[in-house]
């Protein structure tokens, strides 16, 4: 019984050990991949860059594409004339308009081509009133070797299966003569030795490979497709490869970077405000009620000009005030119809009245007369509301019939190319190191002009007033909030980039992508301090001749 439990635990070991073995000898060499699927096969590229230009070309079945940009702002190069020599042969390009590409589809020089080997080519670039040679090199593999037909299942797995099913039979009859032997001496013995037998079987039968699906390869399924190699994606470095035409259909541009020394700035939350010399305020003197002006009341964002007629203030009084008005007005003409008749008897006297008392008595009528136009018109003159300045209405808050109050604000008229901003500094020592300021506005950078700074805090912080002048300035409205970008006297090194151009990365971080390569871009790590609100300075992350994506940047990082 001993010598059936040592053989026994032998064979497992010897199946454990060859199992691998047989498994690779069935199935590892009959072209058996199920990992990755192979890159698919590109086209061959060349790439030719000079101090303008660089060039990339694609060999396709039919022509060789090329494609042509600026090398500092990848601004393609288009209706140019582009000729190409390799190996003594000459051919010319033309230009597909609706592609932006030139292609070589002379059928000596593509054969030329394609032969496999490496080629070298020369292009001659005439763009206007440039010309330029540029050169690089073809590359073009040979056929790959037909891999040879796979044979059945391995002669190796058949011996070595063999192998194991013969010491398998000899086991099972070792064992059984064995057990018959010792059957009546001790059957507990041996259902333990058929008990190891199970598990020795069992063992060879989990260890067995599926190396029988050999010769067909009869999985029932194909092979995942392997990705388009020479379209845009994200290498696993975290670099980009987007392809030219994919490069004009983003629209992506570069910017060469210089270092430089620039003023340091500071961001500051700002108010757009009226001017007091080119802007102001409509308010009636008397309370009353809004009447149309000839042209009707203005609306808001109308042209107006100084002087011109906004509208009337019908003055309105209580009915005691009236009354009084009226009875006053009632003795006025009493007394100037009295005055009136004094003087003409008077004059009928002026033999022998003296001269004087008929002058007092045609004043004394005269100021009766006046008096009561005084106050006639008082009680029926309209209040006209003129404009102070020249400008736009840029607020209104009357409609007709409205009764306002004295001193309440009807109209405010402003100049939109001559604004004030008002910004608040919370650092006191600002005001006297200001350089310089800008506002940015659509892209735009507005120059700001430092008025003065305020002696009186304001929510904990002093006001700082810049004067805006610009037809930039229309967009705005007044109380507008703004962030405006205040430039000291102190500098700071560094490069100066759009603010387009700065872009976030998964865990947060502030990066540019550079142009590596005529077709590769990378992200670069960078920090930045403020500038002017269009551009921010790289202090750290970028050197010199750098070409950074302003345009398309975003599209760039968002490819995965």
């Keep these: 019984m001993m010598q059936v439990t040592h053989f026994l635990a032998a064979l497992r070991l010897a199946a454990v050990l060859l199992a691998p073995g047989f498994a690779w000898a069935a199935g590892g060499d009959q072209g058996h991949d199920h990992g990755e699927a192979a890159p698919a096969a590109t086209a061959p590229v060349i790439t030719a860059t000079s101090g303008s230009f660089e060039l ?126 010792a059957r009546a001496a001790h059957r507990e013995g041996r259902m333990r030795a058929l008990r190891r037998l199970g598990a020795t079987m069992l063992v060879l039968a989990m260890l067995a490979p599926p190396a029988w699906a050999g010769g067909d390869h009869g999985h029932g399924h194909d092979a995942p497709a392997a990705p388009d190699a020479s379209g845009p994606q994200r290498r696993p470095d975290g670099s980009v490869f987007l392809p030219k035409p994919a490069q004009r259909q983003l629209g992506v541009r570069t ?77 006025l003409r009493a007394a100037q119809a009295l005055a009136d008749k004094r003087v003409a008897r008077l004059r009928e006297l002026a033999d022998t009245v003296p001269r004087k008392d008929i002058e007092a008595a045609e004043s004394e009528a005269l100021s009766l007369a006046e008096r009561i136009a005084a106050l006639g018109g008082g009680l029926a003159t309209r209040e006209a509301l003129l404009a102070p300045v020249s400008g736009v209405i840029a607020s209104a808050h009357v409609v007709a019939g409205q009764v306002v109050d004295a001193r309440e604000l009807l109209f405010e008229i402003v100049d939109p190319a001559r604004l004030r901003i008002e910004a608040l500094a919370y ?71 759009p603010v387009a151009a700065l872009l976030k990365n998964p865990v947060n971080q502030t990066i540019v992508w550079v142009k590596a390569a005529p077709e590769r871009f990378e992200p670069r790590i960078v920090t930045v301090e403020p500038l002017d609100g269009v551009r921010a300075v790289v202090t750290s992350g970028l050197a010199a001749g750098d070409r950074v994506a302003t345009q398309g940047a975003t599209l760039i990082n968002q490819l995965r």
């Design 56 to 181: 990339v070309g694609r060999l396709k079945a039919g022509e060789l594409s090329i494609h042509i940009d600026r090398a500092d702002t990848n601004a393609p190069v288009l209706d140019a004339q582009l000729g190409l020599e390799s190996d003594g042969r000459r051919a010319s390009a033309t230009f597909h308009a609706d592609q932006g590409d030139y292609a070589v589809d002379d059928a000596a020089m593509l054969a030329h081509l394609k032969t496999p080997g490496v080629k070298a080519l020369v292009f001659t670039l005439v763009a206007g009133e440039e010309r330029e040679l540029l050169s690089g090199e073809l590359d073009v593999p040979g056929e790959a070797p037909a891999d040879a037909a796979a044979p059945g299942p391995a002669w190796t797995a058949v011996a070595g299966w063999g192998a194991v099913a013969l010491a398998a039979i000899a086991a099972l009859a070792l064992a059984r003569r064995r057990l018959n032997a």
């Design 255 to 331: 910017l060469p970077t210089v270092v430089a020394e620039w003023p340091r700035a500071v961001e500051l939350n700002a108010r757009v405000a009226m001017d007091p010399n080119a802007g102001g305020q409509v308010q009636p003197l008397n309370a009353g009620r809004i009447e149309p002006g000839p042209r009707g009341l203005p609306e808001p964002g109308q042209a107006v000009r100084k002087g011109e007629l906004l509208a009337y203030v019908l003055p309105s009084a209580a009915a005691l005030e009236r009354a009084s008005q009226a009875a006053q007005l009632a003795e």
């Design 427 to 497: 650092d006191a020592a600002l005001a006297a190191d200001i350089g310089s300021a800008t506002l940015a506005l659509g892209g735009q950078r507005v120059p700001l002009a430092f008025v003065g700074a305020a002696r009186s805090l304001r929510e904990q912080a002093l006001p700082l007033v810049f004067r805006a002048e610009g037809e930039a300035l229309s967009a705005l409205a007044v109380g507008q909030p703004l962030r405006i970008h205040v430039q000291t006297r102190s500098t700071l090194k560094g490069i100066a980039v």
